[in-house]
C-alpha cells in the first residue's frame, strides 16, 4: 500500500530562519505529489503540487518543494519563516481515484 | 476565494441525536467527494468517498450505517452522523477534486461535539 511519512512530528524555527519539511514516498510509480498547510481549528489549504515535469516547484506563500526520485522524497522549503508560518504542514500522495494518502504531519513552531 | 463550503462550521448535539453535515463544491462539479476525520493533533484519515448517483465507498473500520453519506447532485455531499455519542466528536473534513488535474480541494471543516 501506498505511504507518505513525515519523519518531524514537531519544529521550531526562529522567524527569518529557513524552514525544510521533510516527506518521503513509499516507491512506485511517479506520484502526484502535494503540502498542504492547516491553520489550528481550520481546513487544509494547498500550498503546491507536484505531477509531472520540473522538479521544483514554486508554491504559494514563498513556498517551494523539490521531487527527488532517488531519494523518494518531495520537502517542503521556505528561505525566511515568517511567524504567519506557524501551522501544521501534510503532505499527501495522490492514488487511484482521486484519492489522497497523507504524512501524519509536521506541526512548525517559530520563534520570535 | 474558497472552492468547497461546508456547513455548519461547528455544532454541539446532545448523545443519541443524528447530526447532518453538509459540503459543497462552489462554481464547479464534483462527481466525487471525499469525507475525512481528525482527531486532535493528528492526520487526516479518510472515512469514505462519496459518489454522485451511486452508493458511498467507506473505508475499513467504518460503520455505514454509523455514517450515512449521500451524494444527492454533483455540488452537494451530505455526510450524517446518526445516534451520535462523545466518541464520534471529531472535526470533519470534507474535500473534492476540481480540475486541472484533479486537484483536491478543501473544506474549512465541522467540529463536532457530542454531550
Known amino acids: 500500500a501506498q505511504s507518505v511519512t513525515q519523519p518531524d512530528i514537531h519544529i521550531t524555527v526562529s522567524e527569518g530562519a529557513s524552514l525544510e519539511l521533510r516527506c518521503n514516498y513509499s516507491y512506485g510509480a511517479t506520484p502526484y505529489l502535494f503540502w498542504y498547510v492547516q491553520s489550528p481549528g481550520q481546513g487544509l489549504q494547498l500550498l503546491l503540487k507536484?505531477?509531472?515535469?520540473?522538479?521544483l516547484v514554486q508554491g504559494i506563500k514563498g513556498f517551494e518543494a523539490e521531487f527527488k526520485r532517488s531519494q523518494s522524497s518531495f520537502n517542503l522549503r521556505k528561505p525566511s519563516v515568517h511567524w504567519s508560518d506557524a501551522a501544521e504542514y501534510f503532505c499527501a500522495r495522490g492514488g487511484a481515484g482521486n484519492m489522497l494518502t497523507f504524512g501524519g504531519g509536521t506541526r512548525l513552531m517559530v520563534k520570535p | 476565494g474558497a472552492v468547497v463550503s461546508q456547513h455548519p462550521s461547528w455544532v454541539i448535539c446532545k448523545s443519541g441525536t443524528s447530526v447532518k453535515i453538509e459540503c459543497r463544491s462552489l462554481d464547479f462539479q464534483a462527481t466525487t467527494m471525499f469525507w475525512y476525520r481528525q482527531f486532535p493533533k493528528q492526520s487526516l484519515m479518510l472515512m469514505a468517498t462519496?459518489?454522485?448517483?451511486?452508493?458511498?465507498?467507506?473505508e475499513q473500520g467504518v460503520e455505514k450505517d454509523k455514517f450515512l453519506i449521500n451524494h444527492a447532485s454533483l455540488t452537494l455531499s451530505t455526510l450524517t452522523v446518526t445516534s451520535a455519542h462523545p466518541e464520534d466528536s471529531s472535526f470533519y473534513i470534507c474535500?473534492?477534486?476540481?480540475?486541472?488535474?484533479?486537484?483536491?480541494?478543501f473544506g474549512p471543516g465541522t467540529r463536532l461535539l457530542v454531550l
Open positions: 507536484y505531477f509531472s515535469g520540473d522538479t
Open positions: 474535500s473534492a477534486p476540481r480540475s486541472p488535474q484533479e486537484t483536491q480541494y
Open positions: 462519496s459518489n454522485e448517483g451511486s452508493k458511498a465507498t467507506y
